[in-house]
């Protein structure tokens, strides 16, 4: 992922330094997964958005990982399959009548909820909606799930939404960072 930078020179004034927006529980971060386990998820997050006229902004990072000696990059999926992910979902939305913006970001497989707590920041976003994937207790223990990893990450709550049913199984309030 490509990660903005601030410079500055000694003596020279550039101006304020741009703030992140302020943030807003109208304003709903989703991360959209490319198995489509996360349709429970936004249909959750687009329900909390209509009834508050809020805005979502929908996240799908395309995960890769290194491939060998060389360090070279290996993408789990093309970038048209990433961004057709996003396009869908965000048709969708949209046919609900909710406001919504969406971005693919590239990352590393053991960086994806680092990103999605950064891009969280970076919109303002007042929480973050993601989906659990079923999985037994053993594994979830052995290699961790992306949901949790969000839950310690983020700088604001996370609504953690079962993948296979309608329940809501965790809610992370982070508020004390």
Known sequence: MAQGSEFTMAGTDFGPVPRPPRRSLRRILVAIDSFGRCA????????????????????????????????????????????????????????RGVRASGI???????????????????????????????????????????SGQVMRAANCPVLVVRGSGPAITEVSSNVSR
């Open 40 to 95: 429970e998820s936004l249909a959750e997050a687009v329900e909390l958005a209509a009834e508050m006229s809020g805005e979502l902004r929908l996240v799908h990072v395309r995960t890769w990982d290194s491939s060998g000696k060389g360090r070279s990059r290996f993408f789990f999926e093309t970038s048209e399959e990433a961004t057709a992910i996003l396009e869908a979902a965000l048709s969708g939305v949209w046919s």
């Open 104 to 146: 693919v970001v590239d990352a590393e497989r053991t960086r994806v909820a680092r990103v999605i707590a950064a891009q969280a920041d970076g919109c303002g976003a007042g929480f973050i909606v993601v989906a659990r994937r079923p999985r037994c207790a053993v594994s979830r223990l052995l290699s961790g799930s992306i």
